[in-house]
């Protein structure tokens, strides 16, 4: 098939909105009433602008618009959006009662002062609870608890934050719901969610291990991981545990919710919905619960005569990590304020004045990425318009209302991943135009010459390429909706289809442990609470740290996915 400008166009606005998604591009825009505003084209808005472009240049149609929406070949994007919103909302509202938090200062304790046994113990709690909640919430709580942790004690942090990212996406592939790539392999292949478990448990454990000790290895230096950690206080996990019953009803209910998914998947029912009718009963639970909270005082009310001034409530873990290095303070018979007590260390293990500034400060607001991306922010020098401010401050003490009264849902709300919708639903209809100007005939075309159908060559292929597409194809789930299409389209045998599934589960996750922060949506989360939080992570450095533990991964987990398929095959 020969190449036309219109599949050389298509194919170019492609890769350009990646470009866009891993550094977007900012310019303040005048506008008429409201004045100069910072506009940015990057994660939601260059796929769309994309598509804009392209249909008007007629290289896509409504046709291939209503396909990335509806879905072709057995893979549905709104059955797997609908299907990983519920998810998020169930382990977001579990993560909001404080029960992540409370596990981490639990293994904190039992760490006490020996560095490398806590960071062992860290990287385990971070790995179970990822295989079960996904990557997002170990993200959101896990980034910001490691933060506080590393200033307390003068650690330096890099090292302990690029293992809980590799922790956390290494673990998501173990169910079919800890990914959205999980979940388009599972409709794009026809897995069914239990054996899609069978087939990467195995990945899995070769992957985790294998990253540890390479992380062991880069970081055996003491001043990453030191033997000893110049700590004494213990913290308590009841602080910040904020709702123990919703806790216990969260976790039950989300791990009902996971076996009666896996039970059903057997009788061929489409996952959302199990899951959605699951997730609305966790709403009514939690604006219920909230209810009856608020009316019989256990959480404050909200106080409209203070309607004006503007608090900010201490952040528990922050609070908590204050009372117990004053506690210590304290039983060492010296009386300090606590930012005094951020200078009790040695000369040799000093804190930045980042460090200092992060436990002075408390946590602000955290967001799903790329729900920014898009939002018009006032030159710093020019004071924004208010447009109609009687409806804006209504609005506000509105919100403010229903925030106080049920806190759970208006806490979750914000941080749900709704910036996935547009993506994912963007990189769908981009990829259907690829399939539309031919290109995914001529790439399954090329694999199928370089792998002669054969099993072995089709696993290294796909994973190594589904590795690289991450970085470079709109984040891991433009790689793994392009890689489906691609391996569909090859008209593969049923084993090595299978073998190409596998592989390409194993890569779509440690793909996101890579060399840029959007080759996953949970990178651009994790670099967008570093930087709230006062730590800058290069986009070089973390490429630098991710090398080793993603060759050692891809060569030790492709390995696994060979050996397997040579005795399944």
């Given amino acids: 098939m020969a190449v036309t400008a219109y599949a050389g166009v298509t194919l170019a606005f492609f890769f350009l909105s990646t470009v866009f998604v891993i550094s977007p591009f900012s310019r303040y825009v005048p506008f008429p009433v409201i004045g100069r505003r910072k506009v940015t084209i990057g994660l939601m808005s260059a796929p769309i602008l994309a598509i804009a472009i392209l249909w008007a240049a007629q290289c896509l149609g409504a046709t291939q618009i209503r396909n990335g929406i509806v879905g072709t070949d057995n893979i549905k994007p709104y059955n797997i959006l609908i299907l990983f919103i519920s998810l998020a909302y169930m382990a977001i509202t579990l993560d909001c009662t404080g029960i992540l938090q409370a596990a981490a200062f639990w293994v904190s304790n039992k760490g006490g002062t020996s560095g490398r046994k806590l960071y062992f113990y860290f990287y385990l709690l971070l790995t179970g609870i990822s295989m079960v909640v996904g990557n997002d919430p170990v993200i959101l709580s896990g980034t910001v608890f490691l933060v506080y942790y590393t200033a307390a004690t003068g650690l330096d942090p890099d090292a302990w934050l690029i293992s809980e990212f590799a922790a956390a996406n290494t673990a998501s592939m173990v169910l079919f719901v800890g990914n959205p790539t999980n979940v388009v392999i599972c409709e794009g292949f026809r897995i069914n969610n239990a054996a899609f478990t069978a087939y990467t448990i195995l990945p899995f454990l070769a992957c985790s291990i294998a990253c540890y000790l390479v992380l062991m290895l880069q970081y055996r230096n003491e001043k990453h991981v030191p033997r000893k950690l110049n700590v004494s206080g213990t913290l308590n996990p009841r602080e910040v545990l904020?709702?123990?019953?919703?806790?216990?009803?969260?976790?039950?209910?989300?791990?009902?919710?996971?076996?009666?998914?896996?039970?059903?998947?057997?009788?061929?029912v489409d996952v959302w919905k199990i899951v959605l009718p699951f997730a609305?009963?966790?709403?009514?639970?939690?604006?219920?619960?909230?209810?009856?909270?608020?009316?019989?005082?256990?959480?404050?009310?909200?106080?409209?005569?203070?309607?004006?001034?503007?608090?900010?409530?201490?952040?528990?873990?922050?609070?908590?990590?204050?009372r117990a290095m004053s506690n210590d303070m304290q039983r060492s018979g010296t009386a300090k304020t606590f930012a005094e007590t951020m200078q009790h260390h040695t000369d040799d293990d000093p804190l930045s004045d980042s460090q200092r500034t992060i436990l002075g400060s408390t946590l602000q607001r955290t967001t799903s990425p790329g729900s920014e991306t898009l939002t018009a922010v006032p030159q710093p020098e020019e004071k924004a318009k208010e447009l109609f401010p009687k409806l804006r401050r209504r609005?506000?003490?509105?919100?403010?209302?229903?925030?106080?009264?049920?806190?759970?849902?208006?806490?979750?709300?914000?941080?749900?991943?709704?910036?996935?919708?547009p993506f994912a639903f963007s990189q769908f209809i981009l990829i259907e135009a690829l399939e539309h100007q031919g290109w995914i005939d001529i790439f399954a075309r090329w694999l199928i010459i370089m792998s002669g159908k054969n099993v072995m060559p089709v696993v290294w292929l796909v994973g190594v390429f589904g590795v690289i597409l991450c970085n470079v194809a709109g984040t891991n789930i433009g790689a793994t909706i392009l890689l489906t299409k691609i391996v569909r389209a090859s008209d593969f045998p049923e084993s090595t289809a299978r073998a190409a599934a596998v592989s390409l589960?194993?890569?779509?996750?440690?793909?996101?442990?890579?060399?840029?922060?959007?080759?996953?949506?949970?990178?651009?989360?994790?670099?967008?609470?570093?930087?709230?939080?006062?730590?800058?992570?290069?986009?070089?450095?973390?490429?630098?740290?991710?090398?080793?533990?993603?060759?050692?991964?891809?060569?030790?987990?492709?390995?696994?996915?060979?050996?397997?398929?040579a005795v399944l095959y």
């Fill in 505 to 565: 589960a194993v890569a779509s996750n440690i793909g996101a442990v890579s060399f840029t922060f959007s080759a996953s949506l949970a990178g651009l989360l994790w670099v967008a609470i570093l930087k709230d939080k006062g730590i800058t992570i290069k986009q070089w450095k973390f490429a630098m740290w991710n090398s080793l533990p993603l060759i050692a991964m891809t060569g030790v987990g492709l390995g696994v996915v060979s050996a397997m398929m």
């Fill in 280 to 322: 609305g009963g966790k709403f009514v639970f939690d604006l219920s619960w909230d209810h009856y909270r608020y009316t019989t005082g256990r959480i404050p009310t909200f106080d409209e005569s203070k309607a004006d001034d503007v608090e900010t409530p201490d952040d528990p873990m922050a609070t908590a990590f204050k």
């Fill in 395 to 421: 609005i506000s003490l509105k919100h403010r209302k229903l925030s106080a009264h049920f806190p759970t849902f208006f806490t979750a709300l914000p941080r749900l991943p709704f910036g996935l919708i």
């Fill in 242 to 268: 904020r709702d123990p019953i919703s806790a216990i009803f969260g976790s039950i209910w989300l791990a009902v919710c996971l076996i009666v998914v896996i039970v059903l998947s057997f009788f061929h």
